[in-house]
């Protein structure tokens, strides 16, 4: 079977550039989720808070980065920022920051359920304990929330991964569209190809985010 | 018993909103002495005990502890606190640490005192209530009333001056009742001062050297509990009681 479409994958660098591609998507979402945390952690505590305006804001901030499809907000971030204020943010960085801006939002709100979600007779079992809110916080609050968080951030995480397939069509050549370009370089000689990178990639996929989701699972079951 | 007063409640009010739940309670509760309140749900006996340790904001009037004024922000309020212990209904553990941790949490970090000692503190009394066994398991592991019994330890182990319990064994099934209130019994004859909400009459009638009857935000009785039980004053706590006697009023239809 000499035009088998598998045979396009050891052509040249082919394979290599697919994980190159692969590299470029995990960096992004990594950068992007390591941003997340912290900020998300801030918004999330923010949005705990009993002031109606926080309330307010972050409520808006939130809804309007759901509402809105990432990939409007990465044209937005690319295309729109420069025109508008003459920054020429690349690629790279506008996906960052775009990917940022919705991974705080989520992990904020995992956050403020995690926080929400510590019934009020553990405050008060602290605080009759003779706790400050500051020692309640740090031993009781902040350890109850990690347990429930670990999973849901490592979850968070396999969206990422999947989501930033986005930025190829803010000129990225992350690794579907590597697949893509190798798949129309070798249209005729290998009909088939198609399927073969595909499958490769979805593999890829799999492996990426397969052990994240794994580990979610078994730190789940450990805490329960 | 001694005379001196331990804990006073001088003029309380208690309201949320428009609502006034306490509405000046007095009471006096002196060395070693064990003050049962009892009193129709809703009238507002997990609020008196709430604010007898700064939970809950006073509306009016003060608390005193050893002639200590208790007020419900501050610096001070941390230091009372851990002269009053508390238990309450909910089992109140903290899930993520095991009983011994649980146990020794607040005294090293709060009083600073050394683990060492907080636990050997621990290890005597979790052999006396039989849990020495379970120093390692997490809360989830225990059942209810054992959960209960390392609340009260925990308690305990802060060497608190007065105990508040808040109906401990009403989220309890009626097997593990007993092993929680052995422990408190054994607690009152230790000269322990206790404030003891319940709805476990016969409890309240073998623990208590006074019983309050708490209803309309008012304190209406206060009797030695052979009184109260035989022979309460008012209309009020004779319905209370009722509200527990069993009759036979089934009829026969036949
Ligand atoms: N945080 C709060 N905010 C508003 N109202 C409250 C609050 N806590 C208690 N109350 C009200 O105060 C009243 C007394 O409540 P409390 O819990 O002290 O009663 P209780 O005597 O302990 O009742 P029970 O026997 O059912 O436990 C109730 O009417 C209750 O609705
Ligand atoms: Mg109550």
Redesign the interface.
Known sequence: MRDSGINVLFLGKNFLRLLEGLGVTLRISLIAVLLSLPLGILLGMFMTLKNPVSKAISRIYLEFIRIMPQLVLLFIAYFGVTRMFGWNLSADVSAVIVFTLWGTAEMGDLVRGALISIPRHQYDSAAALGMTKVQTFIHVVVPQTMRRLIPLTINLTTRMIKTTSLVVLIGMTEVLKVGKQIIDANRFEYPTAALWIYGVIFLLYFLACWPISMLAKKLEKRWR | MEERIQLKVKGLVKRFGSETVLDGIDLDVHKGEVVVVLGPSGCGKSTLL?CM?G?ESLSEGNIFLDGEEVSSSGKKI??L??K???V?Q?Y?????KNIMDNIT??PV???KRPKKDVESQAEKLLKRVGLWEKRKSYP?ELSGGQKQRV?II??LC?NPEVMLFDEVTAALDPEMVREVLDVMLELADGGMTMVIVTHEMQFARAIADRVIFLDGGNIVEDLPPEEFFTAPKTQRAKDFLQTFAYEKRRTDTN
Do not use: E, W, Y
């Open positions: 709430r340790n939970l941390t230091m606190r851990q009053i212990g508390m309450f909910s109140d553990l903290f899930p993520h949490l607040a970090k709060v009083q989830r609340a925990r308690a802060m």
